[in-house]
């Protein structure tokens, strides 16, 4: 089972990583609920905890807020331990004169894309369903001593989609747009129509320049590909003797030995 905990909460880390951008060091947004729920079950220490719940190869950057710390003052001594802990952690800026509550803080510190790429640690039910409704937001929430990350929703799984298309797919005006850049770019008009495609929306269609892959034409035939004269082949010694052999059997004379009167007439008289 813990095997299979691991799996789902690397896939959950590698969808906001490819889908939202989120990379190493990871950040974490802590509030008042989760340092208390880290502390009562003893997740210590809490940096080691979360590295080792993202998977990371590097130790994450916790962040709290000055409204967050506030609060757990106010919960007094049932809370006094988190409110220690909580003034150790890095205090990142929220842009409130007084302060409000965790639950509105961790909200304006998110926005509606989460810009900072934070991972937001709670306990609180109500901020974990809001948070749901904003792309780009993994939440992280404890069941006893065990850490989660929550799977990522279905508006967020649904923006992510409309986002790949919208990246993919480039709209007229946007293409007008980058049109009229080039125009102002070239500074002509003629070679506006000479060019229709400027090199600017060549970058942002991804096309390459020619001129960067510009050929050498071949000025001649290419040496190592021509075939070499073969030399004339000289007759060997064999058919040298060969063919004086047969000129001296042309020129041979056959010789008719010519019998004289005696030879004719032993000849007859044996016959």
Known sequence: ???????KNRKAVKFYSTCFGFREPYKVLIDGTFVHHLLTNR?????????DLLS??????????????AELRRLGKSHAESFDNAQLLATTKCEHDKVVSAVNCVLSLIGDKNPEHFFVATQDADLREKLREIPGVPVIYGLKNSLF???P?????????????????????????LMKAAATENGSDREQHERPISSLVKNALGVADKSKFKRNRAKGPNPLSCKKKKPKSQPSAIQNQGSMADGEAKRKRVRKRKRNQKDNKQAEMAS
């Open 153 to 177: 929703s279905v508006q967020q799984r649904k923006f992510a989609q409309l986002d790949e298309e919208k990246r993919l797919n480039m709209d007229i005006s946007e293409y007008k747009k």
């Open 56 to 69: 990371a190869s590097r130790t994450p950057s916790l962040f709290t807020s000055k409204c967050i710390v």
């Open 149 to 151: 990350i929550e799977q």
């Open 43 to 51: 997740l210590l220490p809490a940096d080691d905890a979360l590295r």
């Open 1 to 7: 089972m813990r095997v299979k905990k691991r799996a």
